[in-house]
């Protein structure tokens, strides 16, 4: 993955509203997308994946979507809770990677009461 | 089910020692893999394992890093002579994955190791 700094982009949204984490790739081999969840202190829990033969998939209050044409994945989660404040990552694997994952920068999401 | 666990949760050296992290993965899951994260970064792809042998070990920065999995379930990641700039948090994951195609990634909770 690229480098990054320590400053994560961050996005704060009211509780109970919807918030939307974007994150681009740049290897238009890769097959295969998941978001996951990372508390301080803890390690990435899985929310959702998707494969490159969809576009769109629902879990309980997330969809990811996923445009290849312009190699942009996003999560939406739905009526915010503050259990969902938490830094996200995009990761992907992609065809003759041997399944390693390759992870996206993160953006921390806060949930205000 | 019980989860990834590593142990141990952090562990503190001074430069120069060498350090064994340990993975117990998820009952049955056959693929094990090991990332490095560093503060504010996402994790980094140390070394894969399917079964017993390491199927990609093109993460590991340099010859003083090593992994084994000699009975295909538990894992130790192994760092000689270590050096401060090997602080970070280690991360193992494991997934039912086969060779052909990827599956889900589960995480343990991680080893924060420090170099002092």
């Known amino acids: 993955g690229e480098s990054v700094g320590l400053h994560l982009p961050t996005l704060s949204v009211q509780e109970g509203d919807n918030s939307i984490i974007n994150c681009a790739y740049s290897?238009?081999?890769?097959?295969?997308f998941i978001w996951y969840k990372q508390e301080s202190g803890k390690g990435p829990q899985f929310i959702i994946d998707i494969r490159s033969n969809m576009d769109k998939r629902q879990g309980q209050r997330v969809t990811v979507l996923l445009n290849k044409t312009v190699k942009h994945l996003s999560l939406q989660i739905a009526a915010t809770q503050p259990g969902d404040s938490a830094v996200y990552f995009c990761a992907e694997t992609y065809k003759g990677g041997a399944q390693k994952l390759v992870f996206g920068q993160g953006t921390r999401l806060t949930i205000n009461p | 089910g019980a989860g990834v666990s590593q142990t141990p949760s952090n562990k503190v050296t001074e430069k120069g020692k060498y350090v064994e992290l340990r993975c117990d993965p998820i009952?049955?899951?056959?693929?094990l893999y090991w990332y490095r994260q560093s503060l504010g970064q996402g994790p980094e792809f140390l070394i894969y394992?399917?079964?017993?042998?390491?199927?990609?070990d093109s993460g590991l920065p340099n010859d003083r890093f090593f992994a084994v999995r000699p009975e295909g379930s538990v894992s130790t990641l192994k760092i000689q002579r270590t050096e401060r700039g090997d602080s970070a948090v280690y991360l193992c994951?494991?997934?039912?994955?086969?060779?052909?195609?990827?599956?889900?990634?589960?995480f343990g909770p991680g080893t924060r190791l420090t170099v002092l």
């Open positions: 994951a494991s997934s039912l994955s086969g060779p052909a195609s990827a599956g889900t990634q589960y």
């Open positions: 290897n238009s081999a890769s097959d295969y």
């Open positions: 009952s049955g899951h056959t693929a």
């Open positions: 394992f399917q079964g017993t042998g390491a199927a990609d």
